[in-house]
């Protein structure tokens, strides 16, 4: 009888006379029945035990008894289930309808209603036990899988979604959500119309190798990248504020143009001062969610492969700046294109052999056009021009000084066109182009000196003052009352010549050779 319990039976009699196959019980009597009476009565209370071992304790079986009793609707459900239901749904009160569909698994023990296996708890006790179920904050698939072992009450679905969904202690700390599906970018049309842009921090003592701006200790460093070409640029910063950030896209825009949109994260983009660069330069910034870094997933992919072909190139010993060329020079997967192709239409110089078709743009008349433009600019300039006399060496020349025109003798001609060394009387050497030297009747006095380099340093003051060969800055000497004689090397350092500079500098000779 016990084994039997786990089933719902329908016991019917049928009389011996309709049996054709004997049963295993009636082949099976007990041939002394003297002491039957005396099992029975043992059996009776060990069955009613064993009904009423459910997991809860005597307290608790205690309580739901009494809220049963005290219960309309679960004592009325509890009479139905002893005297039997109606024939009719539409004549038991509507709360006992919930239950019509389960009449055949209910059943009473002890005085507690069970649905199959699982206590029926009273509507008093129902808040305490969802509590109770609840306990350790689990959701809302491990309370049903929970309560499915042990209770029951109609609608127990409902209320356990309804009682988890409320709970502040499992909103507080739940985990997050499942990510949704990916929303492309926008592809753009043309090359650096939608740029992406974000700041990382890269450095540190086992880089010591990496120098400019990749140098040792760690730096803060803002990537920008097009979502077109894939084509990388990396720049310095000095801080990670607005001012900074500004002051390296200007030089970036300034070599590939302005943007349309710049893709980015918040801070700083998001400052009043980035939104007055966007205005003033005619760009849109647009910034992603904080703490959402996959809505910048471009430029955040791409600092990973920067920070990657840093640390490759220090480990092999190798130039970082080489390795980004290298890699601008590298087709995508898939495009078959690299992004210096993407973005300049051409592939850029590096140390690997390249053809030369690979170098060129796709402008078939590019060259054409230049080179008319030029000879066009040529053929105005020309029309104010002459051509100057080709000097050899040891001509006599007069070279221009500022507004003055001073002796000397050619002792060099430069490969580069129409560039001499002119030596003059003082022992200094410049170099000039042919339009600032004049040939000379007059043979120019060069004293034998050693200090020629001396007088050459003295010439290049010039370069303090901002001035370019054009208007040369070579020191000015006094008149002389006299013209210097090549007697002696005293001579040329005499005390009565004071020489200055075009900045209005006195040279001060040197005293070690002044004997």
Known sequence: MLRLMRYNLQVKYTPGSQMYIADTLSRAYMSDQSDMNNDDDEAVPRIMSATVQRPATKQRLQEIRKASESGETLKKVKHHIVTGWPSHRGTTEPKVQAFWNLRHNLHVENNIAFFENRMIIPEALRKDILLKLHSSHLGVDKCKSRARESIFWSGITKDIELHVHKCNTRAKFRNSNRKEPTISHEIPNRPWAKLGADIF??????????????????????????????????????????????????????RHGITDKLIADNMPFNSYQMKQFAKEWSLTITTSSPTYAQSNRQSERYIQTVKNLIRKAVEENNDPNLESLSYRNTPIYGLEKSPAQLLFGRRLQDQVPTATKLLKPPYADVKQKVQARQEKQKFYYGRATRHHKNFQLDDNVRVQLGKTWKRGVITKRHPTPRSYDVTTEDGATLRRNQRFINPSPDKAVIFPTDVSGNMEMQHQDRTECGIGDNNSSSPMVEPQSSPPQPSSASHLYNTTSRVF???????????????
């Open 501 to 515: 500079t075009r900045c209005g500098r006195e040279v001060r000779q040197p005293n070690k050779l002044n004997l």
């Open 201 to 254: 921090h890269f450095g540190g003592h086992d880089y010591l190798l990496v120098v400019d701006y990749f140098s040792n200790g760690g730096h803060d460093y803002l990537l920008v990248v097009d979502y077109f070409s894939k084509y990388p640029e990396i720049a310095r910063l000095t801080t990670k504020t607005a001012t900074a950030v500004k002051t390296v896209l200007r030089p970036i825009f300034a």
